[in-house]
């Protein structure tokens, strides 16, 4: 079962209007969430961003954050998962409008919610490549969760064409900004260092997770300085983070091993944290 614009339908029956911004521009936005046994982590996060991307970008929400918990959970009861593990997608559009560029100030947004069981996540350990393409950490859209998602297409198309799990991407002064559907962490010398906005990362959930956890463990971390790549061959241990993976090694780029190329005690001791969390 659907969630479209107030009502559950059944896939056959949920329609998206062809003249919808979202699907001929990417006008919009998305957030992909986690629900343990029917509890959606963190959805307070999540909502508060993408109304902050829908402010920014001047969407109007059709309903408020309480009305958007409930669609949330109606959408796993109707699908038989309010007490399971599964992945939930709200997607906002800006709706339809007349060709061309400019939105109609009169435009109904266009609300989707879908929701599908997962399996519990073993935490294998990833590999990456460092994709050609480059993320625009100058863009007004970098710390958006927006529609416009094909620059991580291309890099996640590189990777897997390559035999890789992800794609780590540099932004345009070559540093690292993140993986294609995933946030970076890496480990030097004990101190816990990711990418900041600035530098073009997306301000994920989960990366705020982790760094209330390593706080919680008197594990120094570092945001604010840029990450060049070849840093990363040095690092200790490294792992990737978004709401699904949750904390994921990160043990080969470029076909060289980072640290011993295993998960990194920091890295499980992160995992256990967040396990405690969750």
């Not at 890789?164 to 932004?171: G, I, R, S, V, Y």
């Amino acid at each position: 079962m659907i969630y479209l614009n107030g009502k559950l339908l059944p896939d056959s029956e949920a329609c998206i209007s062809p003249s919808d911004r979202g699907l001929l521009l990417g006008d919009g936005l998305f957030e992909t969430m986690r629900a343990y046994q029917g509890h959606i982590f963190r959805a307070d996060a999540h909502l508060a961003r993408l109304l902050a991307g829908a402010e920014f970008l001047g969407i109007d929400v059709p309903v408020g954050e309480e009305d958007l918990l409930r669609a949330l959970s109606r959408t796993l009861e109707a699908n038989g998962l309010a007490q399971s593990d599964a992945s939930l997608r709200l997607t906002l559009t800006r709706g339809t409008g007349p060709r061309g560029l400019v939105p109609s100030p009169n435009a109904r947004p266009t609300l989707l919610i879908t929701a599908s069981p997962l399996k519990a996540i073993v935490h294998p350990s990833a590999t990456a490549i460092i994709a050609s393409v480059r993320r625009n950490e100058h863009s007004p859209l970098a710390n958006l969760k927006t529609l416009n998602f094909l620059d991580n297409v291309l890099a996640r198309r590189e990777a897997v064409g390559a035999g890789a799990d992800e794609a780590l991407m540099l932004n345009t002064a070559e540093n690292l900004a993140e993986a294609s559907a995933a946030n970076l962490f890496a480990v030097f010398d004990g101190v816990l260092h990711t990418p900041p906005m600035g530098d073009g990362a997306l301000p994920g959930v989960t990366r705020a997770v982790v760094m209330e956890l390593a706080q919680g463990l008197d594990i120094p971390v570092v945001v604010e300085a840029s990450l060049a790549p070849e840093r990363l061959f040095t690092a200790q241990e490294a792992f990737l983070t978004n709401s699904l993976i949750e904390i994921q090694p990160l043990v080969i780029v470029n076909g060289w091993r980072i640290g011993d190329g295993e998960a990194g005690e920091m890295t499980r001791r992160l995992q256990d944290a967040y396990k405690e969390t969750v």
